[in-house]
């Protein structure tokens, strides 16, 4: 017996085109059963990243065509299962990170991307480490592979990615330097990085002076004209990520993709033993099964790490699925510390 359910009624936000954040539109719509190796979520909390900010103006890279489902990742319970799925995950807690489509009530999914949520995670505190925390985690240790000892920089230290890298960092003995404006510099120091202020005109020479013979990595998810002075503060060996280009929120996706890899692809074969590298959390996924072997490794490690309060998840912000729009304007208007979630209706 797999527990299948013939329908669901589900709840969605639709992003039907370019639309300021109050244009979001609400479906209702019942859900085909799930097929073989899918099952059925019920969410209970899902996230506003910068890819639904772009995906609004229509600028995210491999966005779908208007009109979708936006959200990134989702955290909820196991409500139906569709054949060849082990009807036990019913009632169970689970997150995945999709892309699109988890800004609804209920969502079919493949069973194999789903990571167990551990007993006693608020699924709001599971949500802030999905998206954010593998993108943190991979590119620290995976990409740009810090050791102990050693110097990062990250801009954005008080968002949802950047909160997330300066824990991580930390608890892995690598001292941080971390940009965000002054009213967050308490909450930065708190997490364990040295705040510098990312208005201060000076702001590179303070970073130099904290650390006069360069870091060891730069994660820079701003991009745009000050990518050339984040790679100048690399030491011999050091490592540019890059995640973002938040500077250059509207424009052409394609275009400024194209050139940015042209850049970095020209800084690589400079002769000064520093590297520099764009983070996609989608690379190799032509490989789905190694993908999903990495995906779930990595998931694994972060949601352990709440469970055992290592990481202390940084929640700017609660709102109902029905409020999302509201949500994706606080999100944009980058006031927050961490990252805004929305919660299905059982978690009001």
Do not use: C
């Amino acid at each position: 017996m797999t527990g299948v359910a013939a329908t669901t009624r589900a709840t969605e936000i639709v992003l039907p085109g370019a639309v300021a954040p109050d244009g979001l539109q609400v479906r209702v719509r019942d859900l085909p059963a799930p097929a073989r190796g899918q099952l059925v979520l019920r969410m209970e909390a899902t996230g506003v990243s910068f890819a639904e900010q772009q995906m609004r103006l229509g600028k995210y890279y491999d966005q779908p065509p208007f009109p979708f489902v936006p959200g990134y990742d989702v955290v909820g319970t196991v409500v139906a299962t569709g054949p060849g799925v082990d009807s036990a995950l019913r009632g169970g807690r689970y997150a995945a990170v999709t892309k699109v489509g988890g800004w609804a009530s209920h969502l079919v999914l493949d069973a194999a991307d789903l990571v167990a949520v551990p007993p006693g995670v608020d699924p709001a505190a599971a949500e802030t480490v999905l998206v954010n925390g593998v993108t943190a985690w991979q590119m620290l240790h995976r990409t740009a592979k810090v050791a102990k000892g050693g110097t990062v920089v990250v801009l954005g230290a008080n968002g949802g990615v950047g909160s997330t890298l300066v824990q991580l960092a930390r608890h892995a003995g690598i001292k941080v330097i971390g940009t965000a404006s002054a009213r967050h510099h308490d909450a930065v120091l708190k997490l364990g990085a040295t705040p510098v202020d990312y208005r201060d005109p000076a702001l590179y020479d303070r970073i130099r002076a904290l650390a006069p013979n360069g870091v060891d990595a730069v994660f820079d998810h701003v991009g745009g004209p000050g990518l050339k002075q984040s790679w100048a503060l690399l030491r011999r060996g050091g490592t540019l990520v890059n995640y973002g280009s938040a500077s250059q929120k509207g424009e052409n996706g394609l275009g400024s993709m194209i050139a940015l890899f042209g850049r970095l692809y020209a800084w690589n074969l400079l002769p000064n033993g520093r590297g520099a590298t764009f983070y996609n959390l989608w690379a190799g996924k032509r490989n789905l099964a190694a993908f999903r072997a990495r995906q779930h490794e990595d998931l694994t490690k972060l949601l352990r790490l709440v469970a055992d309060g290592v990481l202390a998840p940084q929640i700017g912000g609660r709102f109902p699925l029905a409020q999302a729009g509201e949500a994706l304007a606080l999100a944009e208007s980058r006031t927050v510390l961490g990252k805004v979630v929305i919660v299905g209706q059982e978690d009001r």
